[in-house]
């Protein structure tokens, strides 16, 4: 396999950001320099210069930073006037920054199950989530795709709700819509908005985040509500937060931007093998991808049979493999929010999602040697004496 074992135990990470650091040391590099030299550290130049071209990658007219994607979603929700008591509706398997932010608010979050394939709401479940108290949706597209958009905005333009897109790990996907039109994840809903956490698609070396809208007045709002809620210097229009991206995370932003697609390219290579290597193994289940959809594998998250995913994930462990579980407890079994939400009908797809997913190790500078690893460690737990579900 080219590395010896211990070598590759000693090397595999789920995310290897020094790599990628290594092969953009001269842009990067270059690009923190002259920021620092030029001593604007917030606003500056480099923010501006990353938001247009952000927003040319992504064709929509606004793009608006801020200090990360928590924020962001925030921010979306505050600009859209919604009342203490309006709900929200939010998927149940998800990270917890959309129903954090709508309790922060005074408003309802309401969970909606999510499909056992994709692991992202859909029109159906959000149905049985709504009621005459909604007023906007929260989507996730989780994991690299896309959700089922056409389908969502419909029925969305049907009950009058505002779709917000939660596009942290999936910057870069395309979605196809029925009649051949294609859009940027993100770019669909009233307002979408992104993390540049360090681990994400489009990731700088902090905290970061970003709004994008098509509607001029929308973005005015956004704008002057992550700037304290002014309009111009020392003049408040309404009650508004301190969230700004500064000038280095945009330096490096805007190097990693012209990199984007590459990188998507080179997780969609490790993603292919992946699936290549899992084909003949019965103890699994690799990641759906969608028709409508590419998926740029933020995370490559199998469905482990049996109840077998956490002793995978010791077996792996003991190889020094690592492995995560996104996400071990649904957002409506969250201590956090038992007083906060209208009780919904049982989650049951999230709750057993909970159980059987695992992100196997996925990123833009994997060798080929470290996932054969991978593959030929993963299949051989299922292939071990005692275990119902193996290879063929």
Partial sequence: MGNSVSELQVNIQMVDLQRQYHR???????????TVEKGQFINGPEVKSFAGKLADYLDVPYVIPCANGTDALQIALMALTLKPGDEVIVPAFCYVAAAEVVALLGLTPVWADVDPDTFMVTADTLAKACSSRTKAIVVAHLFGQCCDMDSILSFASKQNLYVIEDNAQSMGAVYRFPGGQTRMAGTMGVIGTTSFFPSKPLACYGDGGAMFTHDQQLANTLRMIANHGQQSKYHHQRVGCNSRLDSIQAAVLEVKLSHLDEFNKARQKVADTYDEGFK??????????????THVFHQYTLQVNNGKRDALQQFLKRRNIPSMVYYPLPLNEQHAFRQAVRPVEKLEVASQLCKTVLSLPIHTAMREDEIQYIIQQVNAFFESDGLQAGCE
């Fill in 24 to 34: 953009l040391q001269n842009e990067i590099d270059a690009a923190l320099l002259a």
């Fill in 280 to 293: 003949r193994c019965k103890g699994i289940k690799v990641p759906q991808r969608t028709a409508s959809s």
